[in-house]
C-alpha cells in the first residue's frame, strides 16, 4: 500500500506557472506508475497526465500537452507536475494518484489504485 501526499496548489494569474509535488510513503515508489487527474466544480474528474515506473514512458491530455510536463525523481519518492502558461478553465482540484501496473500511462482512473486527497489549483484571469 501506498500513501500519497499532494501539494504545491495555489492562486495564479493567467498565464503564470506551479509546480505540483506528490509525496508517497510506503511501499516501494517504483513498484507505480503515477497518475494526475483534476476535477473542477460540476464537472466529472479528468485525466491530465501519466508517468511510467521508470519515467520513461508519458502521457498527456491533449488539453494540457505542451504545456504541462509530468516527472518523478524515485530516489525521492516524489512526482511533480510542473504547469506552465496556465488558464482559467485549469482551475481545479488537483489528484495525484498511483497504479500497480507499474507499465501503464493510462488516462483511465479506474486503472489507478491508491489516490490522494487533492490540491486545489486556481488561475484568475
Known amino acids: 500500500q501506498v500513501q500519497l501526499v499532494e501539494s504545491g496548489g495555489g492562486l495564479v494569474q493567467a498565464g503564470g506557472s506551479l509546480r505540483l509535488s506528490c509525496a508517497a510513503s510506503?511501499?516501494?515508489?517504483?513498484?507505480?506508475?503515477m497518475g494526475w487527474f483534476r476535477q473542477a466544480p460540476g464537472k466529472e474528474r479528468e485525466f491530465v497526465a501519466a508517468?511510467?515506473?521508470?519515467?520513461?514512458?508519458?502521457n498527456y491530455a491533449d488539453s494540457v500537452k505542451g504545456r504541462f510536463t509530468i516527472s518523478r525523481v524515485n530516489a525521492k519518492n516524489t512526482m511533480y507536475l510542473q504547469m506552465n502558461s496556465l488558464k482559467p478553465e485549469d482551475t481545479a482540484v488537483y489528484y495525484c494518484?498511483?497504479?500497480?501496473?507499474?507499465?501503464?500511462?493510462?488516462?483511465?482512473?479506474?486503472?489507478?489504485?491508491?489516490w490522494g486527497q487533492g490540491t486545489q489549483v486556481t488561475v484568475s484571469s
Open positions: 510506503g511501499r516501494t515508489f517504483s513498484s507505480y506508475a
Open positions: 508517468i511510467n515506473w521508470s519515467g520513461g514512458s508519458t
Open positions: 494518484a498511483a497504479a500497480t501496473t507499474r507499465y501503464s500511462t493510462s488516462p483511465d482512473d479506474r486503472t489507478y489504485n491508491y
